[in-house]
């Protein structure tokens, strides 16, 4: 089990930005793929982005395109994820997840992912 620690989140106004990371102390993500996930209040857990270490493809949920951009910095084992133009319906509890890159077979499904960090909540005030 990779130990996921996500971090970042907090409090931001419609139109600004926060950089959410995502740690694995001790272990190293070349054999895994990395998504993010988010999940509202009364609603269920949406794939956000992911990132196949196999071979460095990245994955976007369509409404995130073009504002939120998934990279990583192998040497900290961190995986981020960089949100602007943030609105109100950003708002909710970000997850990071992983599992080896050859048991993915949809790369934004939660279903994927065997191991979960615990959040880092994310609100946008309008």
């Known amino acids: 089990e990779v130990p996921l620690v996500e971090s970042g989140g907090g409090l931001v106004q419609a139109g600004g930005s926060l950089r959410l990371s995502c740690a694995a102390s001790?272990?190293?993500?070349?054999?895994?793929?990395i998504a993010w996930f988010r999940q509202a209040p009364g609603k269920g857990r949406e794939g956000v982005s992911s990132?196949?270490?196999?071979?460095?493809?990245?994955y976007y949920a369509d409404s995130m395109k073009g504002r939120f951009t998934i990279s990583s910095d192998n040497a900290k084992s961190t995986v981020y994820l960089q949100m602007d133009s943030l609105n109100a319906e950003d708002t909710a509890v970000y997850y990071c997840?992983?599992?080896?890159?050859?048991?993915?077979?949809?790369?934004?499904?939660?279903?994927?992912?065997?191991?979960w960090g615990r959040g880092t909540q994310v609100t946008v005030s309008s």
């Open positions: 997840a992983a599992r080896y890159w050859w048991y993915i077979s949809h790369y934004l499904s939660p279903a994927s992912y065997s191991d």
């Open positions: 001790g272990f190293t993500f070349d054999n895994y793929t």
């Open positions: 990132l196949s270490f196999a071979n460095g493809n990245t």
